[in-house]
């Protein structure tokens, strides 16, 4: 499975977009890109999936360029309820769900 | 849906004692997933489960752990002896299928202190 690097943490203003970039220099024709956030005393929550270009949905938007080797995960006007921790996973499809949860990157969004 | 539902919520035991965490999946799915999560390691996969049977339990720190999934509704995790070290939050999900892009739908996880 892919190694993923992600920042550790990131501070935000309420109100500002966060974007958090992922890197998976080593990731395979089959893997897609996947993203889950966690809530403090929660199970983690899937937010996004991508494998190239854009995916948009109502929570986040997933960049990917076409080398597809990193991909930013953006937050549009995030809320004192989007502090979490925000998890990169790289996997193929065939891997029998199967995924590494990375350390994660813990995002603070303060007033 | 009622979602993955975990239990106990909390359990706390003395080390030595056998612990049994219980994990009912989401109706349908065909996957389940019990990982453990602490500060020092994250989030581990312990076991995971298809069709219930067991696919890749390698894990599965050592053979105080067991996991079992008897039927498509129910799972247990066991410990026996248990250590303090065992100490995490352990979560159990669950997706409907086998794939890499299958998404895993987490419950709200057993928090275990063992004394």
């Known amino acids: 499975l892919a190694k993923t690097t992600q920042p550790i943490s990131m501070d935000s203003y309420e109100g500002q977009e966060v974007n958090i970039t992922c890197s998976h220099n080593n990731i395979a024709t089959n893997d897609y890109i996947t993203w889950y956030q966690q809530f403090p005393s929660q199970g983690p929550r899937f937010i996004i999936q991508g494998y190239k270009t854009k995916v948009t949905n109502e929570v986040a938007s997933l960049f990917i360029p076409a080398d597809r080797k990193s991909s930013t995960l953006s937050l549009p006007r995030v809320s004192l309820s989007d502090t979490a921790v925000y998890y990169c996973l790289v996997g193929p499809t065939d891997s029998w769900g199967k995924l590494q949860f990375g350390a994660g990157t813990q995002v603070v969004v303060t007033p | 849906d009622a979602g993955v539902i975990q239990s106990p919520r909390h359990e706390v035991t003395e080390m030595g004692q056998e612990v049994t965490l219980r994990c009912k999946p989401i109706s349908g799915h065909n996957s389940l997933f019990w990982y453990r999560q602490t500060m020092m390691r994250g989030l581990e996969l312990l076991i995971y489960?298809?069709?219930?049977?067991?696919?890749?339990d390698s894990g599965m720190p050592e053979d105080r752990f067991s996991a079992k999934m008897p039927n498509a509704s129910f799972s247990t995790l066991k410990i026996q002896p248990s250590e303090p070290r065992d100490s995490a939050v352990y979560f159990c999900?669950?997706?409907?299928?086998?794939?890499?892009?299958?998404?895993?739908?987490f419950g709200p996880g057993t928090r275990l202190t063992v004394l």
């Open positions: 489960f298809n069709n219930n049977v067991p696919i890749d």
């Open positions: 999900a669950s997706s409907l299928a086998s794939g890499g892009t299958d998404t895993q739908y």
